[in-house]
């Protein structure tokens, strides 16, 4: 398949670019030219002659989200409506990457695919604007919600990271009220290119099994990578400013791929296997 990959750069965009590519052929829709905020990107979109479009790029600082609404908007939501309306014009299948901050963080149990949406801040009522022009536009249509992704240079792991190897005087001090599903992009990118083989068109949740808070996720990270002598301190949510609140419990299951034998290994996993290939 010839496939237009946007935000090949990104941290997923990169994971899917060495999964995908190949077998298939792979054109990638960068920022500079490519610009989500400008109506042009439909045509830039539709001139790759893709038989898929896989839709990654998008403006991922959340705090950056709530600092500037309209511009979350413009990119997240405008900007995937002119991805979507390429795909009608080429009539070709789309794959939108969501996330679990469409969800208002309220449940107990992990939100499945067919859950109530209710985003809380404004990247997740970005990106929840982009799921509705995909809907709206499309009848073919891959949405795949992930969530807590690492893998890149950019992400909670390599933060952490760096705070054990340079420590704040006192030690770390990481949230124990925010649980969430932490996904490997190399293991969401298998799942997609499994996905894409198959008819299979609707909303999936793709993460790795299981759930951790970030406080359990920074202890596993410490763990596995030799620094336990570091301390790190619960604190919660309320006690760490930022300028954005995410969904306190926005764990995904993963039922429409796992009844395709799509399915992720547990997060523990995957992040020892990143950690070891640093
Ligand atoms: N990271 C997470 O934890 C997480 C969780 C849930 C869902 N998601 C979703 O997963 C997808 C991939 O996330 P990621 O972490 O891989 O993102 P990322 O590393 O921040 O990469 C985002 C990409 O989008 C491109 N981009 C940003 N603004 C653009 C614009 N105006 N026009 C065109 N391209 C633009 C960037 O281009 P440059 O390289 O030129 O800056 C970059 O390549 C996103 O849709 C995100 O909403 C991410």
Redesign the pocket.
């Known amino acids: 398949m010839r496939i237009a990959l ?8 990169q994971a899917l670019w060495d999964c995908l590519s190949p077998p298939h052929t792979m054109v990638p ?4 030219p ?4 400008r109506p042009d ?1 439909v045509e830039q979109v539709a001139a790759t002659g893709a038989d898929l479009v896989i ?6 600082h959340v705090d950056g989200c709530a600092r500037d609404p309209d511009l979350a908007y413009r ?2 939501g405008l ?1 995937t409506r002119y991805v979507a309306l390429a795909c009608q014009q080429l009539d070709v299948p789309m794959v939108y ?5 469409v969800f208002s963080g309220t449940a107990t149990t992990p939100y499945r695919e067919y859950d109530p949406t209710g985003p809380i801040n404004a990247y997740g009522h970005s ?1 929840w604007a982009g799921e509705q022009a995909v809907r709206e536009l499309l009848h073919r249509f891959y949405l795949v ?5 690492f893998g ?1 240079e ?3 792991v390599r933060t952490v990271l760096r705070l054990l190897h340079d420590p704040p005087a006192g030690g770390l001090r990481m949230v124990t009220d925010e649980v969430g599903s932490p ?1 490997y ?1 190399p293991d969401v990118a298998g799942a997609i290119a499994r996905l894409i083989e198959q008819p299979f068109y609707g909303t999936y949740h793709l993460v790795n099994a299981g759930e951790c808070s970030r406080y359990a996720f920074a202890q596993e990270i410490a763990s596995l990578s030799g620094h336990c002598q570091v301390p790190i301190h619960p604190i919660r949510l309320a006690d760490y400013q930022r300028d954005s609140t995410p969904p306190a419990y926005s764990p995904l299951a993963n039922i429409a791929g796992a009844a395709l034998g799509v399915v992720l290994r547990p997060w523990q996993e995957a992040l020892a296997e990143y950690l070891a290939s640093l």
């Open positions: 946007t935000g090949a750069n990104g941290q997923l965009g829709l960068n920022q500079d490519f610009d989500l905020g990107a839709h990654t790029a998008a403006f991922t990119i997240n900007g990457i969501s996330t679990n901050e990106k919600r992930i969530a807590w992704l890149g950019r992400s909670f996904t992009a």
